[in-house]
């Protein structure tokens, strides 16, 4: 199989990046529509993707009948995690008769949208606006080199996308049946946070255009689980925004939301009390030292401030604050220091409000509009919407 060998650095890492299901897809439809209209079996195409890398793509799993052809291209995602990795991406290109220009729809394994707001309109194949041009392209390529002005019909189908759609977003934004065929640039580039912060944004949309306006975040799993199993709300609807709980505003913000509810564990929500809104551990920690300077101004003395200074985990501290008589006061003056930062991103268009957990110690904080937003969000009045 060929591969892309281009690398972006990644931390300390060198990863390689690779090629896009519509990358995929656009260099099956050129192998399958050049044999049809030349009479030609490409062992490989190059494709220029929009980031204006070239890609050479190796053609598998030839099939043809009157008038249609099929191949396959196999999904190379690089040195990135992607479900699609190794996925063969079929384009079966056949003749339209008595037609012009080319048609483009999807087949077995891949989605079709049922929701409003995303790339393409509902009852459509999820077959995003940058695939459909550059596979287009493809195909009129090919008919150019073989002089061919009808028209071709292309369906592009993944057969192994029913299964893999069970591990992506698309479930919950309304894509049934099989995954999308994605890619702004044709690149997979590796762990990319714009590609994470677009997905995160897609699925807000996916809610705000079904007439949400107030918006449960959490996280990750457990705050998602808390706000069910405790708080009593319905998580259906509930956004996971994992470590981007500041680009989470700024989209709220662009979308027209009226308020998020962020429902965090502790030690990520002490994090975010300090201003970190990327909360991951190669942007920044300070945990340690938000905690002491809070237990500090609680009434802990020198000696908890140093034992602070040098715990191993948030929750290792929660029992010393409660010896020594301040775990309120501590609680609450990082619910206070949350609140302004959570205000100061949003800005004056966005209510946001949050509770904070531990899974031993339950609910530890909220700020102070919470309680009336958890209220909005449980009620069946329809204020949600």
């Given at each position: 199989?060929?591969?892309?060998?281009?690398?972006?650095?990644?931390?300390?890492?060198?990863?390689?990046?690779?090629?896009?299901?519509?990358?995929?897809?656009?260099?099956?439809?050129?192998?399958?529509?050049?044999?049809?209209?030349?009479?030609?079996?490409?062992?490989?195409?190059?494709?220029?993707?929009?980031?204006?890398?070239?890609?050479?793509?190796?053609?598998?799993?030839?099939?043809?009948?009157?008038?249609?052809?099929?191949?396959?291209?196999?999904k190379d995602a690089g040195d990135d995690p992607?479900?699609?990795?190794?996925?063969?991406?079929?384009?079966?290109?056949?003749?339209?008769?008595?037609?012009?220009?080319?048609?483009?729809?999807?087949?077995?394994g891949v989605g079709r949208v049922t929701r409003?707001?995303?790339?393409?309109?509902?009852?459509?194949?999820?077959?995003?606006?940058?695939?459909?041009?550059?596979?287009?392209?493809?195909?009129?390529?090919?008919?150019?080199?073989?002089?061919?002005?009808?028209?071709?019909?292309?369906?592009?189908?993944?057969?192994?996308?029913?299964?893999?759609?069970?591990?992506?977003?698309?479930?919950?934004?309304?894509?049934?049946?099989?995954?999308?065929?994605?890619?702004?640039?044709?690149?997979?580039?590796?762990?990319?946070?714009?590609?994470?912060?677009?997905?995160?944004?897609?699925?807000?949309?996916?809610?705000?255009?079904?007439?949400?306006?107030?918006?449960?975040?959490?996280?990750?799993?457990?705050?998602?689980?808390?706000?069910?199993?405790?708080?009593?709300?319905?998580?259906?609807?509930?956004?996971?925004?994992?470590?981007?709980?500041?680009?989470?505003?700024?989209?709220?913000?662009?979308?027209?939301?009226?308020?998020?509810?962020?429902?965090?564990?502790?030690?990520?929500?002490?994090?975010?009390?300090?201003?970190?809104?990327?909360?991951?551990?190669?942007?920044?920690?300070?945990?340690?030292?938000?905690?002491?300077?809070?237990?500090?101004?609680?009434?802990?003395?020198?000696?908890?401030?140093?034992?602070?200074?040098?715990?191993?985990?948030?929750?290792?501290?929660?029992?010393?604050?409660?010896?020594?008589?301040?775990?309120?006061?501590?609680?609450?003056?990082?619910?206070?220091?949350?609140?302004?930062?959570?205000s100061h991103r949003a800005g004056s268009g966005?209510?946001?409000?949050?509770?904070?957990?531990?899974?031993?110690?339950?609910?530890?904080?909220?700020?102070?509009?919470?309680?009336?937003?958890?209220?909005?969000?449980?009620?069946?009045?329809?204020?949600?919407?």
């Amino acid at each position: 199989m060929a591969r892309l060998e281009q690398y972006v650095g990644v931390g300390q890492r060198q990863m390689r990046c690779g090629y896009t299901t519509g990358t995929c897809a656009a260099a099956a439809t050129r192998g399958a529509a050049t044999l049809l209209l030349s009479g030609v079996c490409l062992p490989a195409v190059t494709v220029r993707t929009p980031a204006g890398v070239d890609v050479v793509a190796d053609l598998e799993e030839w099939s043809r009948g009157a008038g249609w052809v099929q191949c396959a291209v196999r999904k190379d995602a690089g040195d990135d995690p992607d479900v699609t990795d190794g996925a063969l991406v079929y384009a079966c290109v056949s003749l339209a008769e008595g037609k012009r220009g080319i048609r483009i729809d999807g087949g077995p394994g891949v989605g079709r949208v049922t929701r409003t707001g995303l790339d393409q309109p509902v009852g459509a194949a999820a077959i995003n606006h940058v695939p459909r041009q550059m596979i287009r392209e493809q195909a009129l390529t090919a008919c150019a080199e073989a002089g061919y002005a009808g028209g071709l019909d292309v369906v592009v189908s993944i057969p192994a996308g029913v299964e893999l759609a069970a591990r992506t977003f698309n479930p919950r934004l309304g894509i049934e049946g099989g995954i999308s065929v994605l890619g702004t640039s044709g690149i997979v580039r590796p762990m990319s946070e714009d590609a994470l912060v677009a997905s995160l944004e897609l699925e807000m949309r996916v809610q705000r255009e079904a007439g949400w306006r107030d918006l449960l975040v959490a996280p990750g799993n457990y705050g998602r689980d808390f706000a069910a199993d405790t708080l009593g709300l319905d998580v259906g609807p509930c956004i996971q925004c994992s470590n981007y709980l500041g680009a989470t505003i700024d989209a709220a913000v662009r979308l027209g939301f009226r308020s998020l509810l962020f429902v965090g564990a502790f030690g990520k929500m002490v994090k975010v009390a300090a201003g970190i809104m990327n909360t991951h551990s190669r942007v920044a920690d300070g945990r340690r030292e938000t905690l002491a300077a809070h237990a500090a101004m609680a009434g802990a003395d020198r000696d908890l401030v140093a034992k602070i200074m040098g715990s191993a985990t948030t929750d290792e501290v929660l029992p010393w604050l409660g010896e020594a008589g301040i775990l309120r006061e501590t609680m609450g003056s990082l619910a206070a220091a949350l609140e302004r930062q959570l205000s100061h991103r949003a800005g004056s268009g966005l209510e946001v409000q949050a509770v904070f957990f531990s899974p031993a110690w339950g609910e530890l904080g909220r700020t102070s509009g919470a309680g009336e937003l958890l209220d909005r969000l449980r009620g069946d009045e329809g204020t949600q919407r």
